[in-house]
C-alpha cells in the first residue's frame, strides 16, 4: 500500500465506478475494515476538503464516537430505510448499502449526492480507524494523481 508522502495518507487505489455504480473495493481494504462477505454497510460524508465519503461497520460506528448518528436515526440504524437512500441527520447525508464479494453498489441518490457518475475514479485511501475513505477531490487525490504505482480497481 503506497504512502503518498512521508507522514502522509496511505492509499488501497483508484477506483472506476463500473455500470450499477458499484465500486470494486481492493482486497487489502475489506480485510482491515473487516468488510469481507456479504454485510451492510453505512456510508459517512467525506470532509469538505477531500469530498467522497466513508464506509464503515454498524460494529465499528456503534463502537465510536458518532454512535450518535445512529441512536438518533433508528430507522436507518435498524435498516428500515431503503438501501441508499440518504437521509439528513444534522446537516449532512448518511444511508446504508451493502457489499457483496468485494463489491459495493451505490445507489443512484448516493451517486447524485456526491456528483459520482458511471465511469468515474475514486480514491480509497486508510482513513480513520472507522472508516474506509473513498475520496473525489483535494489535496491528497491531487498528489496521488503523480503516482502512477497507485493500482486501477475496476
Known amino acids: 500500500m503506497p504512502q503518498l508522502v512521508k507522514g502522509g495518507k496511505y492509499v488501497f487505489g483508484w477506483i472506476k465506478i463500473r455500470a450499477g455504480g458499484e465500486l470494486k473495493i481492493p482486497e487489502e481494504a475489506l480485510n482491515?475494515?473487516?468488510l469481507k462477505g456479504e454485510l451492510k454497510v453505512f456510508?459517512?460524508?467525506?470532509?469538505?476538503?477531500?469530498?467522497?465519503?466513508?464506509i464503515t461497520s454498524y460494529k465499528k460506528l456503534t463502537d465510536s464516537k458518532l454512535n450518535l448518528i445512529l441512536t438518533n436515526n433508528l430507522d436507518l440504524a435498524n435498516y428500515n430505510t431503503k438501501k441508499g437512500e440518504m437521509i439528513s441527520y444534522r446537516g449532512k447525508k448518511y444511508c446504508w448499502e451493502k457489499i457483496q464479494n468485494g463489491i459495493l453498489k451505490l445507489s443512484d441518490d448516493l451517486l447524485k449526492t456526491y456528483g459520482l457518475q458511471i465511469g468515474d475514479v475514486?480514491?480509497?485511501?486508510?482513513?480513520?480507524?472507522?472508516?474506509?475513505?473513498?475520496?473525489?477531490?483535494?489535496?491528497?487525490?491531487?498528489?496521488?494523481?503523480?503516482?502512477?504505482?497507485?493500482?486501477?480497481?475496476?
Open 32 to 34: 482491515e475494515y473487516d
Open 43 to 54: 456510508i459517512l460524508p467525506g470532509s469538505k476538503k477531500s469530498g467522497g465519503f466513508g
Open 122 to 154: 475514486v480514491l480509497s485511501v486508510r482513513g480513520s480507524g472507522l472508516s474506509l475513505g473513498v475520496l473525489t477531490k483535494g489535496p491528497i487525490f491531487e498528489e496521488a494523481q503523480k503516482h502512477s504505482e497507485i493500482s486501477m480497481f475496476t
